[in-house]
């Protein structure tokens, strides 16, 4: 069951150079992004029983030396978002804003990724950062599945086959089983796997962490790919947010011309998520901009020289959160729906994608009806 899991083992030559460097003693760093999945749902206690975790003191203790000191951990797992607000929060949840360089990375949004507007551009530009880093890290993508079989593995495993990256599936190693006798193969129940329709249970993580530590087996096994992967060739889909980056209320005045208007409050009833191997949880995008029913009438706007510009707001359940109009250079270019799911999650919306850079003016105001409530603007990615 767990060598079904192994879709493609890719050129080697990265994940050989990184297990290299841990039984040499060196610093490595594996680093995990993607939803729920990778945050832990399903998995108790959440922090040690995902298969991030699982995956990474495998590793540890497979390959570490004296201990395993030297190898560290990442992951910026985030529920109910697709790579298209992964892509925008790679540089910061993931490379600490260029303070971590890691040496593998695993990508895990093939539950996600309906969510993703541009059906695979944004997918394939995060793959496509990740792997840019100067230390030429190793990118593994990862397909979990949800109880009713599906996922986006046709799509997203091109992209893989594209690059020559390591794809590890756990939709082809659990899926027939369940629907086999003992006699043909039956290993795990449904049940047995998942704890609703959506997460693993801890049986299920420690089968995802089975896979991604096959693939490693395998990879220290075979001889290595002489040549690296090629990168500059055209993709699949898109490449066009590979450079993509983070504006927010700790950064914007270095971007761009702003005027708070009526959404100059903060907000701190926010999205959490345990990164890494915290037991406690971490507000995202803490540093925001929030409309209140006190704070005016006032748009929100922004001047800013970009070619593409996404706007990450908060959905939220509360009946106290409304819609807000987008405006772009004087034209309605979204409405931002706060109960587009009724609970509090960072969603990112594309407001505009142009070939080249100019200058911009986006207008953001409370939709008619909805004046008198509250409306969360978390940042926006721009390039």
């Known amino acids: 069951m767990i060598a079904r899991s192994l879709l493609d083992k890719g050129n080697n030559k990265r994940l050989k150079a990184a297990i290299a460097k841990a039984k040499r003693g060196d610093d490595v760093t594996l680093a995990f992004i993607g939803g729920s999945i990778t945050h832990g749902a399903g998995a108790e206690p959440l922090h040690t029983a995902c298969y991030a975790y699982l995956t990474y003191a495998a590793f540890k203790e497979r390959f570490g030396k004296d201990g395993g000191d030297h190898i560290h951990f990442i992951k910026a797992g985030l529920g109910g978002t697709p790579s298209e607000l992964g892509m925008i929060r790679y540089d910061r949840d993931v490379r600490r804003d260029g303070a971590v ?7 895990e949004f093939a539950v996600n990724d309906a969510d993703d507007e541009t059906n695979g551009v944004c997918y394939e530009s995060l793959v496509l950062k990740a792997l840019a880093a100067d230390n030429g890290p190793a990118v593994v993508l990862l397909f979990s599945v949800f109880e009713n079989d599906w996922n986006l593995q ?12 390591p794809m590890v599936s756990i ?5 027939e089983q369940f629907y086999q006798s003992r006699e043909e193969g039956h290993v795990i129940s449904k049940k047995q796997f998942f704890s609703d329709i959506y997460h693993p249970t801890n049986a299920g993580h420690r089968i995802m962490a089975d896979c991604l530590s096959w693939l490693f087996y395998e990879t220290d096994r075979h001889a290595p790919n002489e040549e690296d992967i090629v990168m500059n060739k055209p993709p699949v889909y898109g490449n066009e947010f590979a450079h993509i980056q983070l504006l927010d209320r700790s950064n914007y005045l270095e971007i761009a011309r702003f005027s708070e208007g ?14 890494d191997d915290h037991p406690t949880g971490t507000p995202q995008f803490p540093y925001n901009w929030m409309h209140t029913p006190a704070s005016g009438s006032e748009s929100f706007i922004m001047t800013i020289h970009s070619k593409s510009l996404l706007l990450i707001y908060k959905n939220s359940g509360s009946d106290d959160f409304g819609n807000a109009e987008i405006w772009v250079d004087g034209k309605l270019a979204r409405v931002a729906e706060s109960h587009t799911v009724e609970w509090t999650r960072c969603h990112a919306l594309i407001l505009y994608r142009e070939s080249e850079s100019s200058e911009h003016t986006v207008e953001i105001r409370m939709a008619a009806g909805h004046e008198d409530k509250r409306f969360t603007i978390l940042g926006f990615g721009f390039i």
């Open 101 to 107: 360089q890691p040496d593998i990375v695993i990508v």
């Open 154 to 165: 046709d799509r997203l495993s091109l992209v893989g086959k594209h690059y020559g990256l």
């Open 171 to 175: 939709k082809d190693a659990v899926t």
């Open 262 to 275: 009526g959404f100059n409050a903060s907000d701190s009833e926010l999205q959490y998520a345990e990164m």
